[in-house]
């Protein structure tokens, strides 16, 4: 019976590996493991923070720069917008002068159209070009004819001048819109 006399070896505790054992840790432990490492994670967490700051101090120096010049660039669209009824006003009593162009009427009117026209393109304002097809982010349809000569959807006339303010649409150009003829349905006799 010399089984019966032999101890069963007691077993032995499992030895962790020390890394594992660090992740394992609790934070209080993890405090009590190694000081330095605990000291390195806390850089890196400020480190990535700072960076994100600056990141974002970044973008918001290149935005606030990029609002600042598109309001200087558009500063005055509002007054533009405001001046544009009074130069259609302007361009019919242009027409109706035009009935006598040696009046000096007319000439004088003619001098202020080349100057609002100059002071107009000082400013960055386009006519817009109001011929062939209707383009809805252009144009504004404010009527449809039939017309067998032109093409359906393009433009037959201009009613309103419209306008754009560097790459911006200042207002757009009031147009008549051609559409196809309708047959006519029986004869008048």
């Known amino acids: 019976m010399q089984a019966d006399n032999q101890t069963a070896p007691e077993a032995e505790a499992p030895v962790e590996n020390p890394e594992i054992a660090k992740e394992n840790a609790t934070p209080e432990a993890a405090a009590e493991l190694d000081p330095w490492e605990q000291l390195e994670a806390e850089a890196a967490k400020w480190k990535d923070l700072s960076l994100r700051t600056a990141a974002e101090m970044d973008n918001l120096r290149k ?30 009593g242009m027409q109706a002068a035009a009935q006598d162009t ?3 009427i007319y000439i004088g009117m003619d001098m202020v159209r080349r100057q609002l026209n100059e002071f107009l393109s000082s400013q960055g304002v386009e006519e817009l070009v109001a011929s062939g097809a209707f383009d809805p ?41 051609s559409k196809a003829p309708t047959a006519a349905e029986g004869g008048v006799d």
């Not at 200087?72 to 009074?86: A, C, I, T, W």
């Not at 419209?162 to 009031?174: C, V």
């Open 63 to 92: 935005r606030t720069a990029r609002e600042r010049e598109e309001a200087v660039r558009y500063s005055n669209q509002r007054l533009l917008e405001e001046l544009l009824p009074v130069i259609d006003n302007f361009e019919m």
């Open 102 to 104: 040696s009046s000096m």
């Open 137 to 177: 982010n252009l144009h504004d349809a404010v009527a449809q004819e039939e017309s067998a000569e032109i093409k359906e959807g393009d433009i037959i006339r201009v009613t309103r001048r419209g306008f754009k303010l560097r790459d911006r649409l200042l207002r757009p150009a009031s147009v008549v819109v």
